[in-house]
Nanobody, 115 residues
Framework: QVQLVESGGGLVQPGGSLRLSCAAS????????MNWYRQAPGKERELVAT????????NYADSVKGRFTIFRDNTKNMVYLQMNSLKPEDTAVYYC????????WGQGTQLTVSS
């Protein structure tokens, strides 16, 4: 049974930091490209960050470049999103995605950036 379980969301003040985690199981994690998406209320889901299967290459949305870092541990079947200098516009539900020939999705974790 394929599972992606996100954790680490919460309420943080502007300028703060938070790390999201995604635990994968039920598939060969190490051969999948992993992505973090987010969806804010009333907006479409957008791609935030991507990391290749080996972790050798990453890519970021312009809106988070320089503030967010995606990384993975293939020995633990985990992918992470380190978020620094958070802004209110980062408020969204964040989703973990595994992509190869098929897509797997987690249930999402809420991040709220507010003072």
């Amino acid at each position: 049974q394929v599972q992606l379980v996100e954790s680490g969301g919460g309420l943080v003040q502007p300028g703060g930091s938070l790390r999201l985690s995604c635990a994968a199981s039920g598939f060969t994690f190490s051969i999948y490209t992993m992505n973090w998406y987010r969806q804010a209320p009333g907006k479409e889901r957008e791609l935030v960050a991507t990391i290749t299967s080996s972790g050798g290459s990453t890519n970021y949305a312009d809106s988070v470049k320089g503030r967010f870092t995606i990384f993975r541990d293939n020995t633990k079947n985990m992918v992470y999103l380190q978020m620094n200098s958070l802004k209110p516009e980062d408020t969204a539900v964040y989703y973990c995605n595994a992509r190869r020939s098929t897509d797997f999705w987690g249930q999402g974790t809420q991040l709220t950036v507010s003072s």
